[in-house]
């Protein structure tokens, strides 16, 4: 589907510009060996990623989606992980293919480019800068920014108003359910990632206006 080449785009960071599970998956992992518990593996942890570090850690905790821990165990543990993994943000997690193929392409249009992620601050602004695409983005909006984060659509909208653009005029890229649902709620339109972190389910089963496998396709799916 090809969709108006809008005045803004705001891009999610976890499984849309970066695979981060190489690394949360190994701070999930040391952070369970330091508690006495069994590690997870890297293919449990890509299935529980994309609604922050906490929900994560909570997770790794009782190996589930949706469960909850004694309060204190996680008082425990997630003060580990957040040590583990602010010295190992960046040291195993690799841009997509074509992503910055697609950044260059976005900066020769004219139009604003920002970044909406629900990864906290203090990870957001190092695995953009180490991996080399913090300059792409003239606003940064971290899960921790503000008081509600995606799929709330505040931190989409607080964009909006920063920009003085119409929901109308802007566009979201994501991966997950979380994007589709804060993009709707906000009236953007939402380009989905078909590699993305999603619990396991395809992102198609929510109905974005379109879903592509690479961002060196915006080209394509924008018409001028």
Known sequence: MALKLPKMVLIDVDGTLVD??????????????????????????????GNGVERLVRRGLTDSLDGEPDESLFEKAFPIFSELYAENTSKRSVLYPGVEEGLEWLKSQPLRIGCVTNKAECYTQPILKDLGIADYFEIVVSGDTLPVKKPDPGPLLHVSEHFGLQPSEATMIGDSMSDVKAARAAGFTIVCMS???????DIRDYNPDTVIDSMAEFPDIFSL
């Open 20 to 49: 981060s599970v190489p690394d949360l998956a190994w701070c999930v992992d040391e952070m369970l060996k330091q508690i006495d518990m069994p590690t997870r593996g890297e293919a449990r942890v890509r299935h529980w990623v």
């Open 195 to 201: 590699y993305g972190y999603n619990h396991g389910e």
